[in-house]
């Protein structure tokens, strides 16, 4: 009966040390976080070293890519086809740089999504949009490319048609937008306390 009752208690206390380290969250976004947030794991010093590498990323992407906008506009010799896709890997990547990751930055630090659940949902749609539609371009180009050395005659006849480069232009955006965002938009997910939509 005494080893029972110590094994009962040894049962409990270990049970006890694993309900303490349950999962902690914050705000309204329903997000489940690992037992650790990254604040605890890092000092002053390192989060804020991280903090500035991370927005002179951000800053980066942001000007980079506003250099290859407005030398499309700006320069006519650059509107061609090829050039066409890169303009719209441009436009994905700058939005990228200019929405997702500054939103990014705060829950990357503490852990926590501090923004509220419709701006979670807001920033899941667009991260997943402007991400696919990056890759979706990126693999555009490269198709590209394969025309113009293998099909060099006809892919140079077509160079002034603008129209067929717009229209792949918004095919990529619509098909970037319906392989996720529509289940993003209508998945509610389960709301025990702050389980998480945001970062699933």
Not at 19 to 28: L, V, W
Not at 58 to 87: C, E, K, P, Q, W
Not at 160 to 167: D, M
Request: charged share 10%.
């Amino acid at each position: 009966m005494q080893l029972s009752s110590q094994t009962e208690l040894t049962w409990i206390h270990n049970m006890h040390n694993s309900t303490a380290e349950i999962p902690r969250t914050d705000g309204t976004c329903n997000e489940t976080l690992s037992t650790q947030s990254p604040s605890s794991e890092f000092s002053l010093g390192v989060l804020v070293l991280l903090a500035f590498l991370m927005v002179l990323l951000a800053l980066v992407t942001i000007l980079g890519n506003v250099l290859v906008i407005l030398a499309f506009i700006m320069d006519r010799n650059l509107r061609h086809r090829s050039n066409y896709f890169f303009l719209n890997l441009a436009i994905s990547d700058f939005a990228v740089g200019a929405f997702c990751m500054p939103l990014y930055i705060p829950y990357a630090l503490t852990g926590t999504w501090h923004l509220g659940r419709s701006l979670c949902k807001i920033w899941l749609i667009m991260d997943y949009l402007l991400c696919t539609a990056s890759v979706f371009s990126i693999v555009l180009i490269s198709y590209d490319r394969f025309l113009s050395v293998t099909k060099a005659v006809s892919y140079r006849a077509q160079q002034g048609i603008t129209s067929n480069p717009v229209i792949k232009m918004v095919a990529i955006w619509v098909f970037a937008f319906l392989l996720y965002c529509p289940a993003i938009l209508f998945w509610e997910g389960s709301l025990e306390g702050d389980s998480c939509l945001c970062m699933c």
